[in-house]
């Protein structure tokens, strides 16, 4: 095949060679997407999460064509930065400043340096299962079994200092952190790429207290759930203010980005004036930061959210698609167990809710599979053929809902184990 010869595995990131084999896009528009061959098939995965308005949606178009003649990548300050962050500060509660990268993976590994640079202290607390993009030190206890190499060529020192415990256990995370004092935990407060699990009651306010009381950072990693759980993130939804914030997907508008953000006091660090010294300060960089498509694509994408109608709209269609999909699975007497909030959802084919990313492992794989084909071969689509987990985003309609819910009774039926 023409892409496996100049492409590992035929693809650009290993998630998307999908079995039996990845099909070529030509176009996308709204949820549609256009492959090659002329196939036409509903997309759940919307640009990894990044396009809560779906596809080239108006809006975006007409601020990235503005804006093309003028300047794809300045390289210099401009007002559209001022602009972007200016939004973010004005919605997501732990904001007074922010800086940009081009990815989360990024905006991960400067966040992290700063809230070490910040407490002065080296160990990281995280998740186990936690997916903050491919960043060395945080790399570590993302795949079962935890606690193993997670890539070949890792420099094991990187993550000498990373350790990690199950979502939702808050004994656990005591322990550890009164031991070892980290400089930061570092968490999604939705635990994304594990299948959407959410926080059960008091577990993300007693995180919070912990950091503030053994003087740890407690920093959100919501690039999923920036912007998507409403303007103000997984904090506003659940009310508990990280220290830091790292961001991605959504304020990109469908263009590269990444931004951590905090008050002014951690924040400050970066600043070479007042802190000239480097071993004082604490370095960040990026030839694309801030870049002006880029900018005017993320503050489209905010403006057009601002007035609540695009988040009432997805979360309405993915608590139908939540309750929906488990009445299925309960009417067939499967064990299955739906999760997630707002705009996503995950399908765990095990008969008790998943807590943590260890929890999955009882996830039926072979199910899982057959689920995925089944779906995909009926033009339906979404990540991954191992773990179920998709987005609803604005074009997605009522009827696009029932079309799923119709597909997944019918898989019900004709699935013999
Ligand atoms: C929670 C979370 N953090 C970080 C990342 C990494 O972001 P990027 O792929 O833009 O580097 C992702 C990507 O999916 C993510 O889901």
């Not at 210099?76 to 500060?89: D, G, M, N, T």
């Not at 350790?163 to 004092?181: G, H, R, S």
């Not at 199910?367 to 179920?388: C, D, G, H, Q, W």
Request: aromatic residues 10%; hydrophobic residues 35%.
């Amino acid at each position: 095949m023409r892409a496996k010869k100049v492409l590992p595995a035929g693809v650009s990131y290993g998630i998307r060679a999908l079995p039996p084999y990845p099909f070529y896009l030509d176009h996308a528009k709204g949820v549609k997407l256009y492959d090659a061959d002329g196939n036409v098939y509903t997309d759940y995965w919307v640009g990894h999460g990044a396009l809560i308005l779906g596809h080239a949606h108006d809006n975006i178009i007409k601020a990235v064509e503005k804006q093309l003649p003028n300047g794809t990548h300045f390289g210099f300050s401009h007002e559209k930065e001022i602009k972007l962050a200016e939004r973010i500060v004005k919605y997501v509660p732990s904001a007074e400043m922010v800086r940009y990268t081009s990815s989360g993976t990024e905006a991960n590994m400067y966040g992290t340096r700063l809230a070490r640079a910040y407490t002065g202290r080296n160990k990281m607390l995280k998740i186990e299962g936690g997916w903050h993009g491919g960043y060395d030190s945080l790399h570590a206890y993302v795949s079962r079994p935890y606690g193993r190499v997670e890539s070949a060529g890792l420099n094991p020192k990187v993550t000498e200092d990373t350790m990690a415990v199950p979502y939702n256990d808050l004994e656990a995370a005591t322990k550890i952190a009164k031991k070892e004092k980290p400089a930061c935990i570092v968490m999604e407060p939705v635990m994304g790429a594990a299948g959407f699990l959410t926080p059960e009651p008091g577990y993300l306010e007693g995180m919070r207290e912990l950091c503030t009381e053994v003087g740890a950072l407690l920093i959100f990693d919501e690039v999923i759930t920036g912007f998507r759980l409403g303007m103000g993130g997984a904090q506003g939804y659940y009310g508990v203010t990280p220290d830091l914030t790292i961001m991605g997907k959504v304020i990109g508008g469908g263009f590269p980005v990444g931004a951590f953000c905090g008050p002014e006091e951690i924040m400050e660090l970066i600043d070479h004036n007042k802190y000239p010294d480097p071993e004082k300060r604490s370095a960040h960089g990026g030839t694309f930061t801030g870049n002006p498509i880029t900018m005017v694509a993320g503050c489209a994408t905010v403006d057009t959210l601002k007035d609540g109608v695009v988040h009432k709209h997805i979360d309405a269609l993915g608590e139908k698609m939540r309750s929906g999909l488990q009445d299925i699975f309960d009417a067939a007497k499967y064990p299955a167990s739906v999760t997630g909030v707002g705009s996503t959802f995950g399908i765990h084919f095990q008969k008790e809710k998943p807590k943590s990313a260890g929890d999955t492992a009882k996830n039926d794989i072979e199910m899982t599979k057959a689920y995925f084909r089944y779906m995909l071969e009926r033009n339906i689509v979404y990540l991954s053929p191992t773990v179920s987990h998709s987005w609803i985003s604005s074009p997605h309609t009522k009827e696009d809902v029932e079309e799923y819910l119709r597909v997944t009774e019918e898989f019900m039926k004709s699935y013999k184990a």
